[in-house]
């Protein structure tokens, strides 16, 4: 498992994770959906990036079984973005977004998918809806500003950017 992160970040893909469920992490993973398989708790790992003293007193949140698939199956959608493979992505993507109508990550990963096809229309409303969701979302706010300004909408492409630089007062990954 150790290898295989460190793969991950040498690939330039560490900005993946940051939307990943690295809850349980296994070789049944990619089988979850095939019944004939089966599920073993055995073969799984826990990850955490924490030490427990240092979890006490953190806020959590119960997810739903149904967000967990969705998050795994937005996930696939991002790497099928990451090959160019935009119609195996779009399914993956809009599957998580059937799943999890509430969640607003396949709709920015879907907003993504109709942006590189060039469905400006499409990426827009799928954007739209992912900031109705979820007003403060960055990566949503920051792919409205990359299509207003692939769309020649420099003054909401600027609005965006403000509303960005607000909610993101100090930037991410800055003090590494």
Known sequence: VQQQLEELLQRGDADHLGDHVLDQLGCQLRHMFDQRLGFDAAAMLTIDFLPAEELRGVRTQKISRAN???MYLNNRAAEH???NDL??????ARRA???SPSS???????????????AMHEAQAALAHALALEPDNTKATNNMALLYER???ATDAALQRARLARLESVAPFQHF
Do not use: E, F
């Open 87 to 92: 119609s195996n992505a779009y399914w993956w």
């Open 68 to 70: 967990i698939v969705s």
């Open 97 to 99: 977004a059937t799943l």
């Open 81 to 83: 973005i990451g090959k």
């Open 104 to 118: 607003p990550t396949a709709y920015n990963t879907l907003g993504v998918i109709y942006m590189r096809r060039g």
């Open 151 to 153: 769309t020649g909408r």
